[in-house]
């Protein structure tokens, strides 16, 4: 059975940071695209950061790139997502998505709360 685990998220204030863990079993996340999403009910789901399993780099979104890093430890087949210099619109339900040939699968989300 695949199961992604997201853990992590809590509440920040504006210009911390937070580091959001994706433990998965399963699966060896190394074969997978690894993506963190991020969801909110005004703005629905956005594609925060990608992880290839082709070697590529990390690829984000514009409105977190330089702020955010996304990261993978095989020994642990957990990947992570740093978020330094949290802003209140990086306030979301984060999900961890990994993606085969012919499989995809999420994890349940962490909440994330940046608000003074």
Sequence with gaps: ??????????????????????????????????????????KGRELVATLSNAGGLPIYADSVKGRFTISGDNAKNTVFLQMNNLE?????VYLCNARGHSH???????QVNVSS
Excluded at 2 to 30: D, K, M, T
Excluded at 104 to 110: E, F, L, P
């Design 104 to 110: 995809k699968y999420w994890g349940q989300g962490t």
């Design 88 to 92: 209140p619109e990086d306030t979301a």
């Design 1 to 42: 059975q695949v199961q992604l685990v997201e853990s992590g998220g809590g509440l920040v204030q504006p210009g911390w940071s937070l580091r959001l863990s994706c433990s998965a079993s399963g699966i060896s996340y190394s074969n997978y695209v690894m993506r963190w999403y991020r969801q909110t009910p005004g």
